[in-house]
């Protein structure tokens, strides 16, 4: 009796120690800051790692100015095959289990910028959870987009953060994408 509690003891220490948690990064792009925000909140939550992705080209306030149909970002939405240029690349990729990769939706989809930074990251084999913020587009479609192109990464859809939230609504996004990471 006392030695089956023994062994039963020691099965659960040896299980307790070896439960690591997995490794985090996230990774967003946010040229008005917004998605910024938000993740440096995820990471103070889940105590990961944070890398921006900014343009090589950097993302001016005219780029990104919805009253102008010339702008930037309107050129790369109209043209899905155009991919700019990344400035760096996270740190030691290779040892994070999870990645997050947030954006604001850009016409019901991710800003290509997302695109050169999949493609040009090496991200298979680990959970790559995405998410956004948006005046009031919901993720489902931008993360149905990102499944259909890149098929044999393990996407998973987070969710996105409307415009002008209420505490607890910014809150409730957090706790959301927190759950999100799975147990190692
Ligand atoms: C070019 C452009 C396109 C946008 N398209 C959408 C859209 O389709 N749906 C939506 O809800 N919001 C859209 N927005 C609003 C942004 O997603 C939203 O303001 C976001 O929170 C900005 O994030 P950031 O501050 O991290 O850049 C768009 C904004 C810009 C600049």
Do not use: H
Not at 80 to 92: A, I, M, N, Q
Not at 120 to 148: A, E, P, Q, R
């Amino acid at each position: 009796m006392r030695r089956s509690l023994l062994m039963m003891l020691a099965v659960m220490f040896m299980t307790v120690c070896s439960a690591k948690d997995p490794k985090v990064l996230i990774t967003y792009f946010s040229p008005t800051g917004t998605t910024k925000s938000l993740s440096q909140d995820l990471a103070k939550a889940t105590g990961a790692d944070l890398f921006e992705i900014e343009g090589a080209q950097p993302y001016t306030t005219d780029d990104v100015n919805l009253g102008n149909r010339e702008a930037r970002a309107f050129k790369e939405m109209a043209d899905k095959s155009l991919r700019p240029e990344v400035k760096g690349k996270p740190d030691k990729l290779k040892s994070y289990d999870v990645v997050f990769v947030g954006f604001p939706i850009w016409g019901d989809a991710a800003p290509n910028i997302i695109n050169s930074f999949i493609e040009g990251n090496d991200l298979k084999g680990k959970t790559v959870i995405i998410f956004s913020t948006s005046g009031s587009s919901n993720l489902t479609n931008s993360y149905n987009k990102l499944k259909d192109q890149y098929p044999d990464l393990n996407l998973v859809e987070g969710t996105t953060l409307k415009r002008n939230p209420t505490p607890e609504a910014r809150q409730a996004v957090i706790d959301k994408l927190k759950e999100t990471i799975p147990a190692k």
